[in-house]
């Protein structure tokens, strides 16, 4: 009797067991899918799936990456310099190393001209050889060479012809965009840290505080940022640096009022109190707890505070108050266009190159306010449902 009650309940205990286990591997994925689908993403996370959706938005990201990476490896592309040079048995870098025309053959000691047909013939020698960038300008190296006046239009050695100097082109845009967007890229953060920090005091101190902000901020800015600019760029010599302070201190001015706003609201919620029940201080609960719950403003501006902030570049550098030459400029092949309307390719390829990074940035713009917009959200996952 004991042996059959035993027997019964292993059998039992087996048949419970294979209700568990999955019979097959479809069962298994299923099992698999609906645990992921109780785990909640992070905040991160979820905007970035939404973020995704947006194709215009996602691929104009790509594209935009793509595009800064391959300026900031310019040397690589656009250089008059070659990336490898084999002489007398002997390699050479000249795109990391500055050598003397000595070195191969020549009499002056001198940095070596690499675009010399003396010294190109050289490198044709048996045994010898040089592996140049597709394009064998950079961007302040001068064409002598050119069988037309400057600026000559596009031809098989300028692929987008030369400006007002005999300059290439190609080069002066490549780089010009990686100045443009390096400029971009640090005048918003510059520009966002302060505005974060003023429009966090502002917000969460309030009273007499926000007050007296508020007041300083009118004043600040109603100052003539224009002439503030023709100022001191007849005072000192423009540079990237002196353009960068000079904007800064008015670039934050509109994103403070976004961040007072976000403060104001966020700091009567309960998490608020609760934190300052718990004895935190305040400057650690406006770090750790109301500036992540009020950076939604913020993010979504920043691209199009970076568009502004190029937009501002090339206007200076159109008026001759931005970067030095010969930096290389959009703004300064604008005016070279302006100046030589017969030359329609200068125009033509800056102003393609300028259209193109605002609307980028604008495309990423809409999709990163879409991703964080709740309500734009729902009616997404609602449209997904039916």
Same mark, same amino acid.
């Given at each position: ?62 594209? !935009? ?19 490898? $040079? ?17 070195? !191969? ?144 201190? !008015? ?66 550098? !159109?008026?001759?108050?931005? $970067? ?63």
């Amino acid at each position: 009797m004991s042996g059959s009650i035993r027997e019964f309940s292993l059998n039992n205990w087996s048949a419970d067991l294979s209700r568990v286990r999955p019979r097959t591997e479809s069962d298994a994925q299923a099992r698999t899918e609906t645990a992921r689908a109780f785990v909640s993403p992070t905040p991160a996370r979820r905007v970035w799936l939404r973020f995704k959706q947006q194709r215009l938005g996602y691929w104009s990201l790509i594209i !935009f990456v793509v595009a800064f990476a391959a300026s900031l490896a310019g040397p690589l592309w656009s250089n008059d310099k070659p990336l490898v $040079v084999r002489y007398d048995g002997h390699l050479y870098f000249p795109i990391v190393k500055t050598y003397a025309e000595t070195t !191969f053959g020549g009499d002056f000691p001198t940095p070596a001209d690499y675009l010399d047909p003396y010294v190109r013939h050289r490198f044709e020698a048996p045994g010898n050889f040089a592996i140049y960038p597709p394009n064998h300008y950079y961007y302040d190296t001068l064409n002598y060479f050119s069988n037309q006046p400057n600026p000559a239009p596009p031809s098989r050695e300028n692929w987008l012809g030369t400006d007002a100097q005999g300059r290439d082109l190609f080069a002066r845009l490549l780089y010009g965009f990686r100045v443009s967007v390096e400029f971009g890229l640090v005048l918003t953060f510059i520009g966002t840290v302060i505005g974060i920090l003023a429009g966090a005091v502002q917000g969460y101190f309030g009273g007499r505080i926000d007050i007296v902000g508020q007041r300083l901020i009118e004043i600040w800015s109603s100052l003539p940022e224009l002439y503030l600019l023709i100022i001191f760029a007849s005072i000192f010599e423009p540079s990237f640096l002196l353009l960068i302070v000079l904007l800064s201190l !008015f670039g934050w001015i509109g994103l403070s009022d976004y961040v007072r706003a976000e403060f104001l609201r966020n700091r009567t919620q309960d998490y608020v109190r609760a934190a300052r029940a718990m004895g935190l201080s305040n400057w650690q609960i406006i770090w750790r707890h109301v500036l992540p719950n009020s950076l939604t403003p913020v993010i979504t501006f920043l691209p199009f505070r970076m568009s502004g902030s190029i937009l501002a570049l090339t206007s200076l550098d !159109f008026l001759g108050l931005g $970067v030095p030459p010969p930096t290389p400029s959009l703004g300064e092949l604008l005016a070279q266009g302006k100046a030589n309307l017969d030359a329609w390719w200068i125009s033509l390829s800056t102003f393609g190159v300028l259209v193109a990074t605002l609307l980028l940035l604008t495309f990423m713009g809409d999709a990163l306010r879409n991703a964080l917009d709740t309500r734009i959200a729902d009616a997404m996952r609602a449209g997904g449902n039916q």
